[in-house]
């Protein structure tokens, strides 16, 4: 299988954990704002976490310098700009990416400003080239609350036009859907989709939760299901899929080694599963390497690997148009 040329779909990628890091750099002078270097592979250093973090806490540190350049409207519009061509260069046909609004307002950009410049970017990036992407809203999990509805209504404007959905994000502390069930429901009766990063941290309770209580349709990661009868049972028979980031994985410990990542076994039992990236600069990858690595791995054939780019298409919060177009590249 040719990886790089094999028609791929990106449904979790964060957009800060995704920046370019010459773009820091530029950003940085335009800005007039001081690094700790100039010198790019001492950027690419803090910006790309280690192969092994010890916990999830020390891989999310990485984002402070790209979120340091992301606080005006220009800088977001050429980031996603740049995130989406990227993918788009390596024959990703389709990309949902993630933010969160809150971590963008240090210089007082309003939540419209901030998701308007982000939508921006990715319209640019899909003009073009062979691209379809939107936007999904992450809340901070450990921020303040009284914002959440304030998001909810500034991404409105873009739904289903840029903006499909809405997220919980950032450290997972067990039973934490319980305070979220008021503004999951808000954003579901606005008209978003729901998916939910849980059960990345050793919960499978969390992705039960997620999907009974906040009316989750996809899970970040999932891979905690794994030992949690009622969770495993509950996302398999509503398929509810999950999506995961492999080498993300490895590198906050969620699972020792590739070897032991669930996601062939989730799959062969019929549990829905997709690839992504989670972070391309964080995690220092590309949805061809994760791919690449899946399928190496786990000895999937190309039949297989199809039957999982199907399973991303059905399960995205693309338009039924943009998903025949994507299902047209599968044999």
């Given at each position: 299988?040719?990886?790089?040329?094999?028609?791929?779909?990106?449904?979790?990628?964060?957009?800060?954990?995704?920046?370019?890091?010459?773009?820091?750099?530029?950003?940085?002078?335009?800005?007039?704002?001081?690094?700790?270097?100039?010198?790019?592979?001492?950027?690419?250093?803090?910006?790309?976490?280690?192969?092994?973090?010890?916990?999830?806490?020390?891989?999310?540190?990485?984002?402070?310098?790209?979120?340091?350049?992301?606080?005006?409207?220009?800088?977001?519009?050429?980031i996603s700009?740049?995130?989406?061509?990227?993918?788009?260069?390596?024959?990703?046909?389709?990309?949902?990416?993630?933010?969160?609004?809150?971590?963008?307002?240090?210089?007082?950009?309003?939540?419209?400003?901030?998701?308007?410049?982000?939508?921006?970017?990715?319209?640019?990036?899909?003009?073009?080239?062979?691209?379809?992407?939107?936007?999904?809203?992450?809340?901070?999990?450990?921020?303040?609350?009284?914002?959440?509805?304030?998001?909810?209504?500034?991404?409105?404007?873009?739904?289903?036009?840029?903006?499909?959905?809405?997220?919980?994000?950032?450290?997972?502390?067990?039973?934490?859907?319980?305070?979220?069930?008021?503004?999951?429901?808000?954003?579901?009766?606005?008209?978003?989709?729901?998916?939910?990063?849980?059960?990345?941290?050793?919960?499978?309770?969390?992705v039960h939760?997620?999907?009974?209580?906040?009316?989750?349709?996809?899970?970040?990661?999932?891979?905690?299901?794994?030992?949690?009868?009622?969770?495993?049972?509950?996302?398999?028979?509503?398929?509810?899929?999950?999506?995961?980031?492999?080498?993300?994985?490895?590198?906050?410990?969620?699972?020792?080694?590739?070897?032991?990542?669930?996601?062939?076994?989730?799959?062969?039992?019929?549990?829905?599963?997709?690839?992504?990236?989670?972070?391309?600069?964080?995690?220092?990858?590309?949805?061809?390497?994760?791919?690449?690595?899946?399928?190496?791995?786990?000895?999937?054939?190309?039949?297989?690997?199809?039957?999982?780019?199907?399973?991303?298409?059905?399960?995205s919060f693309?338009?039924?148009?943009?998903?025949?177009?994507?299902?047209?590249?599968?044999?």
């Amino acid at each position: 299988m040719n990886y790089f040329n094999v028609p791929k779909i990106d449904l979790h990628c964060h957009l800060d954990g995704s920046v370019r890091p010459q773009t820091i750099i530029e950003l940085a002078r335009l800005q007039g704002l001081s690094l700790p270097s100039e010198d790019i592979d001492e950027i690419k250093t803090l910006m790309v976490a280690p192969e092994t973090c010890p916990n999830l806490d020390e891989y999310l540190s990485r984002f402070e310098l790209p979120l340091s350049v992301m606080q005006t409207q220009e800088a977001i519009e050429r980031i996603s700009f740049e995130v989406f061509e990227d993918a788009a260069k390596e024959n990703v046909k389709y990309l949902e990416v993630r933010f969160g609004p809150q971590l963008h307002q240090q210089q007082g950009l309003t939540f419209g400003q901030i998701i308007d410049s982000a939508v921006k970017g990715m319209r640019k990036a899909e003009k073009r080239y062979d691209i379809h992407g939107n936007y999904i809203l992450s809340i901070l999990r450990t921020f303040a609350k009284d914002k959440i509805n304030d998001i909810i209504d500034a991404g409105a404007k873009h739904l289903n036009d840029g903006v499909v959905a809405f997220d919980l994000a950032g450290s997972e502390l067990p039973g934490f859907c319980h305070e979220f069930i008021p503004y999951a429901q808000y954003a579901i009766e606005k008209g978003y989709r729901v998916t939910i990063h849980a059960g990345e941290q050793g919960s499978g309770q969390n992705v039960h939760d997620a999907v009974s209580l906040l009316g989750a349709e996809r899970i970040g990661h999932g891979i905690h299901i794994k030992g949690h009868e009622q969770a495993y049972d509950l996302v398999k028979n509503q398929a509810i899929a999950l999506e995961t980031c492999p080498s993300s994985n490895v590198q906050t410990k969620a699972v020792d080694a590739l070897s032991d990542h669930p996601v062939k076994a989730f799959h062969k039992d019929g549990v829905l599963i997709s690839i992504n990236t989670d972070n391309r600069t964080v995690s220092n990858t590309t949805m061809t390497d994760e791919v690449r690595k899946v399928v190496e791995e786990f000895n999937l054939t190309p039949e297989e690997y199809f039957d999982i780019y199907k399973v991303s298409v059905e399960h995205s919060f693309a338009s039924e148009a943009v998903k025949q177009h994507l299902l047209s590249f599968a044999p």
